[in-house]
């Protein structure tokens, strides 16, 4: 069973940023890039922080702790100190509303 | 004694030699890798020492820097509980407490630092903060006793005094300087953090000259030249003396650190030193820098591995120097070098939770310090650093105006 969660507008996210989504018991981050629309867990993998106060640059989230660096597209661990990935959830948009497919 | 020999072998199993070790296997490095500790912990970071971990909020387990099977799985060799204590740079050996000998290739001193003492003998309740071992007796003295008194307001002090008054103890702060954070910060931004520890009930001492601790069996005061303050435990933080006498010893150069091209390089063609400990080349600021910074230990162990793999063209050590503070629930970033004489451009207010202070000199930016909530500074103080990387000085006006996204000015 596929699960799409209607998480945002398309304008609630500025360009080149993201936004924290919650929804049930967990949490992701949505992002707003040149490349398109993006979803990961919201949770660094170093230590419990969000990532929402972090900076995107391009593809790249850097958590605002301690600068550690993802692939946004993929959720891939990038530079020290983050060494294991963040999940990551396929995205869809439908006209200006922004769904994430969890399952 | 059997003799090991080894391709890369580290002295100092801290942060900057496990990041170099990772680094040379993430390079393709595929000789033998081993790394030395006089700890018997594995590579632990430190940041977590004056916080969480003083608080019991996070163990050992919690703040490894690589968890023990990634050694394993990265074929890195560790030697724990073990000393180097020479250097024989003919030989290329390093000779172990235990009169084992290991040869190597490359050497890397990642050897840190010690907290610089008082003079006078050890008093039980005085403790110093620098390794695990610190954190934990200091964690179960807190738990234990009430008034704390921190010697030296430099951020370390400071973070203490933030967690001994989150667990309830009554808190002082004694420093030598008229202010705190001195070394570090302008004197407007020290200002708002005394503002906030004041509120949370912290006392000061400013000006204050130590006369000695008072107490037999175990600390009960602290004696200052005008006064005396009721303690039952204190912290000294007035800094690091970097672990030098190694590289001394065979012949190396050191001047506050070990010295070190942009490279990492020591003046011997097979040994390095990163972290702590190195007075290193840096490019950007042209001039020798040591710095005591969890990301400086993190690049040069990328640095490090880079030079030893001889990808040496790009990578080198030009990175404007970020550090944090966690404070309460507030917290510093600051990037860059700067005068404490300095002048500030500001932007939002402590008072809303998110204070940037834009640092220049002639009209050069040469830093950006945030004080906020939370992490709400962290992307202004990233986009600072950028700019500081760029070599940057957008118009004053706009870094002062909240409306204007500092992202923008980026790209100006
Ligand atoms: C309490 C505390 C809080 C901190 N908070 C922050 C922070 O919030 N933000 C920040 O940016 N930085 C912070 N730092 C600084 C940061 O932790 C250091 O800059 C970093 O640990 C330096 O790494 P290093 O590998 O150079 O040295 P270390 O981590 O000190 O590692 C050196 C290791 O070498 C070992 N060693 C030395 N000599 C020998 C020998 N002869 N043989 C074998 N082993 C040897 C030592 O035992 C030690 O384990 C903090 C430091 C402390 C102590
Ligand atoms: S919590 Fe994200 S890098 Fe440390």
């Known amino acids: ?103 | 004694m059997r003799e090991l020999k080894v391709g890369t072998l580290i002295i100092g199993a801290g942060q900057a030699g496990a990041s170099a070790a990772f680094a040379l296997r993430e390079k393709g490095y595929s000789d033998p890798v081993c790394i030395i500790g006089e700890e018997a912990l594995p590579p632990y970071e430190r940041p977590p020492l004056s916080k969480a971990v003083l608080r019991e909020e996070k163990s050992l387990s919690d703040i490894l820097v690589r968890d023990l099977p990634a050694y394993d799985s990265h074929n890195i060799q560790l030697m724990l509980g073990s000393r180097a204590e020479q250097i024989l740079p003919q030989e290329q050996q390093v000779k172990l407490g235990d009169g084992q000998v290991i040869s190597y290739d490359n050497l890397i001193l990642a050897t840190g630092g010690r907290p610089r003492q008082l003079p006078g003998k050890a008093l039980p309740g005085v403790h110093y903060l620098r390794s695990h071992g610190d954190g934990t007796r200091l964690a179960a003295e807190l738990k234990q006793y009430k008034k704390l008194a921190v010697i030296g307001g430099g951020f370390i002090g400071l973070e203490v005094a933030a967690s001994a008054r989150k667990m309830g103890l009554e808190v002082c702060v004694i420093e030598a300087a008229p202010r705190v954070l001195q070394r570090s910060l302008p004197e407007t931004i020290a200002a708002d953090v005394v503002a906030l520890h004041e509120d949370q009930g912290v006392e000061f001492h400013y000006n204050a000259r130590l006369q000695g601790f008072a107490g037999t069996d175990r600390l009960s005061g602290i004696q200052l030249e005008d006064k005396s303050i009721d303690a039952d435990i204190a912290v000294v933080g007035i800094g690091l003396i970097p672990n030098t006498e190694l590289a001394e010893t065979a012949g190396l150069a050191v001047d506050n650190g070990i010295c070190t091209d942009a490279q990492c390089r020591t003046g011997n063609a097979h040994i390095y030193a990163i972290g702590d400990c190195a007075n290193s080349y840096h490019t950007y600021y042209q001039r020798a820098v040591r710095l005591e910074s969890w990301q400086n230990a993190n690049l040069q162990g990328a640095i490090v591995a880079a030079a030893i793999c001889a990808e040496t063209s790009d990578i080198q050590n030009d990175a404007v120097p970020w550090l944090w503070s966690d404070q309460y629930d507030w917290s510093f970033q600051v990037a860059g070098i700067f005068d404490s004489q300095a002048q500030l451009i500001s932007r939002g207010s402590a008072a809303e939770g998110k204070q940037i202070w834009f640092i220049h000199s002639d009209g050069v930016l040469t830093g950006v310090v945030g004080w906020g909530k939370g992490t709400s500074i962290a992307k202004d103080v990233r986009v600072g650093q950028m700019l500081l990387q760029q070599g940057k000085t957008p118009p004053f006006d706009m870094l002062a105006d909240e409306n204007i996204s500092l992202k923008k000015l980026l790209k100006l």
């Open chain 1, 1 to 103: 069973m596929t699960d799409w969660v209607l998480a945002c507008a398309t304008d609630d996210i500025d360009e080149e940023d993201l936004i924290r989504f919650d929804h049930e018991d967990k949490t992701y981050a949505i992002y707003n890039t040149d490349n398109g629309f993006f979803a990961t867990a919201g949770y660094c993998t170093h230590e419990v922080q969000h990532l929402e106060d972090g900076l995107v640059i391009g593809n790249v989230i850097e958590c605002p702790l301690h600068q550690g660096r993802f692939e946004i597209s993929s959720g891939k661990a990038l530079s020290a100190p983050v060494c294991e990935d963040l999940v990551s959830y396929p995205v869809k948009v439908e006209g200006d509303q922004i769904y994430i497919q969890i399952v």
